[in-house]
Each structure stands twice: as C-alpha cells, then as structure tokens.
C-alpha cells in the first residue's frame, strides 16, 4: 500500500539518486574533488547506521535512503583515490580516527540506540574534512548534487511514521549536515546576492 510517507521515501531516495548523477559525472570530468577521507569514513558509517537501525527498530522506509548511499558514498570513495582531495594532514587524520574508535564503540556496544547515536557522532567527526574542502575550495564540488541531496534530506524528514530516536534520529542528523554542506557550496554566490 503506497502511504504519504511511503511516497516521500520514494521521492527522498529518487533524489538521492539522482543527485549522485551530476556529482560522480563533475568528478569523472575533474571539475569534483571529493575528500576522500571523508568519503571513505561515510561509506563505512553509513554501513553500520543501516545495522544499528534496523535492530534499533527503524522501518525499511527509513533505510531506503541510507541504503542506497552506502552504494553511492563507496563509488565516490574509489573514485576519490585518483580524483580526489586526498589530503591526509593532522586534522584528516584525528578525524578519521575518530570514526574508527566511533565504529569499534558502536560495534562493542550492543545497544542499538546508543550505537546509533555513537554513529552520528562518528558521522560528524567524518564530515570535518568534508566541510573543511568544501569551504577552501567550493568551486570543485558540484552544487547541483549538493542541492539535490539536500532535498533528499528533506522528503527524508516527511517520511518518519514517528519522531524517536530510533524512526528519526539518523534523519534529523542527515538533513542538519546537508545543510552545512548547501550553505557551504552556495556561500559565494550568497555573498554576491547580499552585495
């Protein structure tokens, strides 16, 4: 049965998809540089969130999305090694750091709500480097792609049947980060209008 919450997971997941299309092609022409620490640290955050969320009692509508980025972020992460920003300083390197003692604690707790929250900490830690590029050198991601995930990030949140932790928690993260990320992208052409 195709409920409105049914519809904006399709819709959240269309988008998802169809926003990988411009991003991956930007990469192949070489105009996206994808941080590859970050893009490596997704793939694997966003692997364990679809496990932790399952057993912490999220409906399939909710792993639709996350599902379909663990494919998505692990293409970007092998594209990333020759096409990327694969700049593995200080901070790179504490963050993804961080991911990992936030994977093991995840894996070692056994509860699958405070893993999930474990993840999203994680998740923050991997965006850093992300953030970091995208701020330096917003001229080599792709805004269309950023765009489209964003309101990915948005018919995400209309598809939660209920506001906890576990139905909503990895959700509300996502739609906060893609925001960071928009305002990231556009910030130049902002200040232009603002002028």
Known sequence: MLTIQNTFVVIASLLSAIASLPYIYSILRGETKPSGASWWSWTLITMVTVVSSWFAGASWQVLVLP???????FGIAILSIKRGDN???????????GVLVGVILWILVGEPLIALVIGIIADMLASIPNFRHVFKNPEQENRTGWTLGWLSSVF????????????????LYFFGNMTVTLFLVWRKQMLKIVK
Do not use: Y
């Open 67 to 73: 599902i379909w980025l663990c494919f998505v972020q």
């Open 87 to 97: 700049n593995w300083d200080g901070l790179n390197k504490v963050c993804v750091a």
């Open 156 to 171: 995400e949140l209309f598809a939660m049947g209920k506001w906890s932790v576990a139905e909503s928690g990895w959700a």
